[in-house]
């Protein structure tokens, strides 16, 4: 079992930046790869990006490459997303998830709660 814990989002202007954390408890975090997703208002959960076990690679979606980047710290059990240039369109509730396998690409087991973020024009 593992539990996770988003944190670090809010309301920012529109090209303002925000560091996203996810806290990771109960299992062995630095052995599995993790990802953000996010839903926004009346649309489906979509993926952001992800990163593997050590950290060593990372994938993003098109919408966000260049804006978003997704890092970890195995050793705080915590992973992050820097977010700049936030747009409007980037409004949504951000969650973490630990995947089942430490390579990018697979399914992930555990979900966290989420953190609102919302971007004003």
């Known amino acids: 079992q593992v539990q996770l814990v988003e944190s670090g989002g809010g309301l920012v202007q529109a090209g303002g930046s925000l560091r996203l954390s996810c806290a990771a408890s109960?299992?062995?975090?630095?052995?599995?790869?993790m990802g953000w997703f996010r839903q926004a208002p009346g649309k489906e959960r979509e993926f952001v990006a992800a990163?593997?076990?050590?950290?060593?690679?990372?994938y993003y979606a098109d919408s966000v490459k260049g804006r978003f980047t997704i890092s970890r710290d195995n050793a705080k059990n915590t992973a992050y997303l820097q977010i700049h240039s936030l747009k409007p369109e980037d409004t949504a509730v951000y969650y973490c998830a630990v995947s089942k396998s430490p390579r990018i690409g697979y399914e992930y087991a555990y979900w966290g709660q989420g953190t609102q973020v919302t971007v004003s024009s």
């Open positions: 109960g299992r062995t975090f630095s052995s599995y790869a």
């Open positions: 990163i593997s076990w050590s950290g060593g690679s990372t």
